[in-house]
């Protein structure tokens, strides 16, 4: 790093395979200073939201995207003045603002997003020269701004000889940009309002209603000009559609990642879905009794952690079950471990963390993996690690009052446990009919490599240990 620069900081690759992330918050503004490790933003990728820190010491200098905006990796997000440039920024905007308008306001269109370049967080990314690269033909000295302004603006009018390089398209900052193309116009079309002729968000949005404004009843005598440009057709989002009556919600993020996974899934996989319906009122009552043990103060006890174990046990019992399917290969891959993945309900959409290794944990253990887990997921502070390489998942839609479900299976998976709520119901018990806790267990599994004989033994022996969880003893 050379003294005195101004380092872009780009969206990095916070989890494996990611494209985009969406900018939820700036903790910062231009003109903050900043510390190595100091958290800047937070995105949200499509598996998690993320606080990203930036690398290195400095004065932030520009946000090139605002809040909602959704962002490829590998492109510039914020520059960041180091160095000597961090002190002299306040002069350097001075000049900026008043001799190099034209150049200053398009700045942010020479950040182009490259090929997509993983980056850890917390790392930083090559540095750039103290000098902005100005777009060609816009460069002046200080002292000739003034006429060279004109000169550029007479030249987009129309008026004067051609310049050795003119602009190749609109004035338009990176967000305003976005906006045109996710409304279906073109820039090119749109009257700027904006200062030195840049377009702004209130042209774009004019330049829809225009689009959309119905057509006088009778044509003007004066002719047309001759080559008015042809208005672009809308894009769905920008047909007009009745708001008290409707509301519409982009798909991006989590729910956009969500939806993707259960449509591969529901049409790669082969689903079957088996169901039993237990007496669980033993399992309450040890429950209970958990809650009371001093093994387990200050730990989340509840059905959950039995059921878990239980399905824990049917696994260690039933191996095969605990495997995936590998396409490419034309192999079954049998896991010797298990990560056990909690669908869980967030603000954000349905997320499935895992809980690493969980076959090895003892019950305190366990419980306290799943407080973790859930808390975590309540805050939205789910890293994308945590939602890797699960192997097996439970998906409790008891807690809605839903008796069962048939649940897709969480990709990479060959088996999901749904598990239903927990009813005082008349049971038959010991010959009598009684007031029992029942539920209704769902097992949903990857017919490819899970046939209904192993599929009905691991539902069989979570229902067993469920009815008498002393077997969880015994049986483990």
Same mark, same amino acid.
Request: hydrophobic fraction near 45%; glycine fraction near 6%; proline fraction near 10%.
């Given at each position: 790093?050379?003294?005195?620069?101004? %380092?872009?900081?780009?969206? *990095?690759?916070?989890?494996?395979?990611?494209?985009?992330?969406? #900018?939820?918050?700036?903790y910062v503004q231009p003109g903050d200073t900043v510390t190595d490790g100091q958290v800047v933003c937070e995105v949200e990728t499509a598996k998690a939201a993320?606080? &990203?820190?930036?690398?290195?010491?400095? $004065?932030? %200098?520009?946000l090139h995207f605002p809040e909602g905006t959704t962002v490829d990796v590998g492109t510039s997000i914020i520059a960041v003045a180091v160095g000597d440039a961090a002190a002299a920024e306040?002069?350097?905007?001075?000049?900026?603002?008043?001799?190099? =308008? *034209?150049?200053?306001?398009?700045?942010?269109?020479?950040?182009?997003?490259?090929? %997509?370049?993983?980056?850890?967080?917390?790392?930083?990314?090559?540095?750039?020269?103290t000098r902005r690269r100005p777009r060609k033909g816009a460069q002046v000295p200080a002292q000739e701004a003034p006429a060279a302004s004109a000169a550029i603006q007479a030249e987009m009018n129309g008026h004067g000889p051609a310049a050795p390089?003119?602009?190749?398209?609109?004035?338009?900052k990176p967000p305003v940009r976005k906006l045109a193309k996710d409304l279906g116009v073109d820039l090119a079309t749109v009257t700027p309002t904006g200062p030195d002729g840049v377009i702004t968000r209130e042209d774009v949005h004019a330049a829809v209603a225009l $689009?959309?404004?119905?057509? *006088? !009843?009778?044509?003007?005598? !004066?002719?047309? *000009? !001759?080559?008015? /440009? @042809?208005? /672009?057709?809308?894009?769905?989002?920008?047909?007009?559609?009745?708001?008290?009556?409707?509301?519409?919600?982009? @798909?991006?993020? $989590?729910?956009?990642?969500?939806?993707?996974?259960?449509?591969g899934s529901a049409f790669t996989a082969p689903h079957v879905t088996e169901f039993v319906t237990v007496d669980v009122t033993r399992t309450m009552k040890l429950v209970e009794e958990l809650k009371q043990d001093k093994e387990f103060t200050g730990l989340r006890v509840n059905p959950l952690l039995l059921i878990a174990k239980a399905l824990l046990v049917a696994i260690k019992r039933n191996p095969?079950? +605990?495997?995936?399917?590998?396409? =490419? =290969?034309?192999?079954?891959?049998?896991?010797?471990?298990? +990560? &056990?993945? #909690?669908? !869980?309900?967030?603000?954000?959409? &349905?997320?499935?963390? +895992?809980?690493?290794?969980?076959?090895?944990?003892?019950?305190?253990?366990?419980?306290?993996?799943?407080?973790?887990?859930?808390?975590t997921a309540r805050e939205g502070k789910t890293s994308p690690a945590a939602m890797q390489g699960g192997t097996v998942t439970i998906t409790n839609v008891g807690v809605f009052g839903v008796d069962t479900g048939t649940p897709i299976l969480n990709p990479g998976e060959s088996a999901i446990l749904a @598990?239903?709520?927990?009813?005082?119901?008349?049971?038959?018990?010991?010959?009598?009919?009684?007031? %029992?806790? @029942?539920?209704?267990?769902?097992?949903?599994?990857d017919h490819r490599l899970v046939d209904g004989e192993l599929g009905s033994k691991v539902l069989a022996d979570v229902a067993a240990i469920l009815e008498q969880p002393k077997r969880l003893i015994s049986w483990a």
């Open positions: 790093m050379t003294e005195g620069s101004v %380092r872009e900081f780009k969206m *990095p690759d916070v989890g494996e395979g990611l494209t985009e992330a969406e #900018i939820l918050k700036w993320v606080e &990203l820190p930036i690398p290195y010491d400095g $004065v932030v %200098r520009e306040p002069a350097q905007e001075a000049v900026e603002d008043t001799a190099a =308008a *034209p150049a200053a306001i398009d700045a942010a269109e020479e950040k182009k997003p490259e090929a %997509r370049q993983p980056v850890l967080v917390g790392y930083g990314v090559s540095t750039s020269s390089a003119t602009r190749d398209r609109p004035l338009a $689009v959309q404004a119905p057509e *006088p !009843a009778t044509a003007p005598a !004066a002719a047309a *000009p !001759a080559a008015a /440009p @042809v208005a /672009p057709t809308p894009s769905p989002a920008a047909v007009s559609y009745d708001t008290a009556r409707e509301t519409r919600v982009p @798909v991006k993020g $989590v729910r956009k990642a969500t939806a993707a996974a259960m449509v095969d079950i +605990n495997a995936s399917w590998d396409e =490419a =290969a034309q192999e079954i891959v049998v896991k010797h471990y298990v +990560n &056990l993945g #909690i669908a !869980a309900a967030t603000p954000r959409g &349905l997320i499935v963390p +895992n809980i690493k290794d969980a076959h090895a944990k003892t019950l305190p253990q366990l419980a306290e993996s799943l407080g973790e887990l859930v808390s @598990v239903g709520a927990i009813k005082l119901q008349p049971w038959v018990h010991k010959g009598k009919v009684k007031p %029992r806790q @029942v539920t209704t267990l769902a097992l949903s599994f």
